[in-house]
């Protein structure tokens, strides 16, 4: 099966050592959100929605959780305040620029190191559709 057969594209990028600040910025990470979405090409279906988690009830987990719904799947992000440790999930449905979205993150976030992955998702998928679409005629 070739590559462009598979259903999406997720890009996992895990970033170390963030500008001082950051983690807590829901302004930032909103924007973050928002302008990602149009650098890369790809559609909202709605604004993104960001939280606080409680840093009191839950110290080691204290920074934001926030997400932004794709027309082509979503984009995630997750901060923990304590280590300046950011996690940005971005899966997309069609082919994107990996290097342009750890660039813009590098911009946003300034961290001192970034570990990406980089996962092909629903590789029988386009198999399976065409097994079910022969099964129907």
Known sequence: MSKSAVFGYE????????????????????NFLDEIVGFLGMEKQAPPSIFKSDGV?????????????LIESSIVIHTLSPKDFITVDIYCCRTFDRKKAEEFCRRFFAPKKVEAQFVERGMSYHEAASSKELAHK
């Not at 890009?11 to 909103?30: A, E, I, Q, S």
């Not at 009830?57 to 719904?69: E, I, N, Q, T, Y």
């Open 57 to 69: 009830r839950f110290p080691d987990k204290a920074g934001l959780s926030g997400w932004v719904p």
């Open 11 to 30: 890009l996992l990028l895990d970033l170390y050592d963030c500008k001082p600040g950051v983690c807590d910025d829901l302004t930032v990470c909103y």
